[in-house]
């Protein structure tokens, strides 16, 4: 159907692709995998027209086609599911859903705003199983409800092909199985996918061939049958991954955290937990369910109207990002792009900007300091980026989470609240990930581990705490906590939908 052949693209001071040749199938559901950095948006967004290749022919249904632009893509009916969500977040949901493909009517195409908004509603909840006013702002919905928006709006433009870039990052269990029925349905519909994952287990569930990319190369296309996580890891990183968690740390007696009582204005309600100094305490549940809005919460305590929270038995007050740095709790945000980075700062800017007052004397910056201890973390988790001076802006989605990720974890803080850390990290980044946390708490630092990948949670935490509609539900403590126990306490109980493949 597709053919993308000897495509070649460099930006400066980086080779992204170097002859790599791709072929999709008629209806077939193809995986594309590598480490961070390895080309898999690059060559996606040459075929949605956003960079052009330098060298390499694109070819549809067999002919060849002159110009690749944007108009060309839509007409042949290729939609994308970018890596980065690209909302406006104060238009509604419905005026996102349609935009530029609005239903009209009379001849002089107007706009009927309430209907507008009640259809969007209707479609969403028909086509992706999202419930959602219409004049919600996007702005106001979580990330994995604005990616549900943008799946929708690509669906509704009759694809033939659709481009998925690590959809599942920031979806929970329930909404990625959601999603997987949504792709085989649209394969029953002959439609093609090309699908971007870091999850393994989720590519040999869905996937029927791989095409793997390494270091901007094609390392091979193959068919599914037959092949292990193992085998993908294999040919992705070029080696073994062993064990990705440690023995888990002891924690100690001495409380770190406390927080009593705390109930948001619409997100979560009487929240009482405690963190103590070396533990790693994991929280998790639905879409929805607060967990997410909890992590920031206690140090910004916007929209908290009831609640206190204590850290080393003093009461925190509401906290700017610096007041909150000075009193030692380091926070990694689930939304990377507009929290997480400053996105025309280099990576060494990026990396030291939590922690100066560790590499500087006085008011002034050790330079020698500053870059020795950005260069050690470059190597430790393998950030793939031309040099320290790079803006973090040009680094792939995974790259950028992990300089997201040094920042925080040579901070020095006390607490740290991560949200989603290895989202978009690959298997190898994530295992050194893994054992930076367990450093830390071993240091004597506490951890709030917001995740939702329950391996991922199960792999790290000491305890694990369930939030279901607002609320903690469920405390799982104990070594043999399984995925399965956390995801039917995450449903409130429920037993259905319990089936746990994703890895
Ligand atoms: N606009 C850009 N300017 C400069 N370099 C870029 C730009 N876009 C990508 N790169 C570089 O090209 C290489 C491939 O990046 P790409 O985003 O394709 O990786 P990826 O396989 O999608 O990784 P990830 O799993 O982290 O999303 C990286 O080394 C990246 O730094
Ligand atoms: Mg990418």
């Known amino acids: 159907m597709l053919e993308m052949v000897n495509i070649n693209k460099s930006f400066p001071g980086v080779r992204a692709l170097q002859d790599v040749t791709f072929q999709l199938r008629d209806g077939e559901i193809h995986g594309l995998i590598g480490e961070n950095g390895a080309g898999k948006s690059t060559l996606m967004k040459i075929l949605a027209g956003i960079y052009h290749h330098d060298h390499g022919e694109i070819r549809f249904q067999g002919s060849k086609q002159g110009r690749w632009t944007a108009r060309v893509i839509e007409r042949l009916g290729i939609?994308?599911?970018?890596?980065?969500?690209?909302?406006?977040?104060y238009l509604t949901v419905a005026e996102s859903l349609f935009l530029g493909i609005e239903p009209t009517y009379s001849p002089?195409?107007?706009?009927?705003?309430?209907?507008?908004?009640?259809?969007?509603?209707k479609v969403l909840q028909e086509k992706v199983g999202l419930v959602v006013e219409g004049n919600k702002l996007v702005g106001e919905l979580t990330v994995g409800e604005?990616?549900?928006?943008?799946?929708?709006?690509?669906?509704?433009?009759?694809?033939?092909?659709?481009?998925?870039?690590?959809?599942?990052?920031?979806?929970?269990?329930?909404?990625?199985?959601?999603?997987?029925?949504?792709?085989?349905?649209?394969?029953?519909?002959?439609?093609?996918?090309?699908?971007?994952?870091?999850?393994?287990?989720?590519?040999?569930?869905?996937?029927?061939?791989?095409?793997?990319?390494?270091?901007?190369?094609k390392v091979d296309t193959?068919?599914?049958?037959?092949?292990?996580?193992?085998?993908?890891?294999?040919?992705?990183?070029?080696?073994?991954?062993?064990?990705?968690?440690?023995?888990?740390?002891?924690?100690?007696?001495?409380?770190?955290?406390e927080v009593k009582d705390l109930t948001h204005k619409t997100d979560f309600r009487h929240v009482d937990f405690s963190v103590r100094k070396g533990e790693i305490v994991g929280i998790t549940g639905l879409m929805g369910s607060g967990h997410t809005s909890l992590g920031m919460s206690i140090y910004d305590h916007y929209g908290v109207v009831n609640?206190?929270?204590?850290?080393?038995?003093?009461?925190l007050g509401r906290l700017k990002p610096e007041g909150a740095i000075a009193k030692g709790i380091g926070y990694v945000p689930e939304d990377r792009r507009n929290l997480g980075i400053v996105q025309d700062l280099s990576v060494r800017e990026n990396i030291t900007l939590a922690s100066l007052k560790r590499v500087s004397r006085g008011s002034v910056i050790n330079q020698k300091a500053e870059k020795q201890k950005v260069a050690s973390l470059i190597e430790r988790l393998a950030i793939r980026t031309?040099?320290?001076?790079?803006?973090?802006?040009?680094?792939s989605g995974g790259n950028q989470q992990k300089v997201v990720i040094s920042k925080w974890l040579s901070s020095g803080a006390k607490l740290y609240i991560l949200n989603q850390p290895t989202a978009a990290v690959d298997v190898g980044a994530k295992a050194e990930i893994y054992s930076l946390i367990h450093e830390l708490a071993k240091e004597g630092a506490g951890i709030l581990l917001i995740s939702q990948d329950l391996q991922e949670?199960?792999?790290?935490?000491?305890?694990?705490?369930?939030?279901?509609?607002?609320?903690?539900?469920?405390?799982?403590?104990?070594?043999?906590?399984?995925?399965?126990?956390?995801?039917?306490?995450?449903?409130?109980g429920e037993q259905n939908g319990t089936d746990d493949k994703i890895s």
């Open 222 to 257: 193959v068919g599914i049958e037959g092949l292990t996580i193992e085998d993908m890891v294999q040919m992705t990183v070029g080696r073994e991954i062993v064990d990705q968690f440690s023995e888990k740390n002891q924690s100690t007696d001495e409380v770190l955290l």
């Open 146 to 217: 604005q990616q549900l928006v943008q799946i929708c709006r690509a669906l509704l433009q009759n694809p033939k092909v659709i481009v998925f870039d690590e959809p599942t990052a920031v979806l929970a269990k329930r909404e990625a199985n959601r999603l997987f029925e949504i792709i085989r349905e649209l394969q029953k519909n002959k439609i093609a996918i090309i699908y971007i994952s870091h999850y393994f287990g989720e590519i040999i569930d869905i996937c029927d061939r791989i095409t793997v990319l390494r270091n901007g190369q």
């Open 386 to 395: 031309p040099n320290q001076e790079e803006p973090v802006n040009f680094l």
């Open 307 to 315: 609640g206190v929270v204590q850290l080393e038995g003093k009461p």
């Open 108 to 121: 002089l195409k107007l706009i009927n705003r309430r209907n507008l908004e009640k259809q969007a509603s």
């Open 79 to 89: 939609q994308f599911i970018h890596q980065e969500r690209h909302v406006v977040p």
């Open 457 to 492: 949670l199960v792999g790290l935490s000491n305890r694990i705490l369930v939030m279901f509609r607002g609320e903690i539900i469920d405390e799982l403590e104990g070594s043999n906590v399984t995925t399965d126990q956390v995801l039917v306490s995450m449903m409130g």
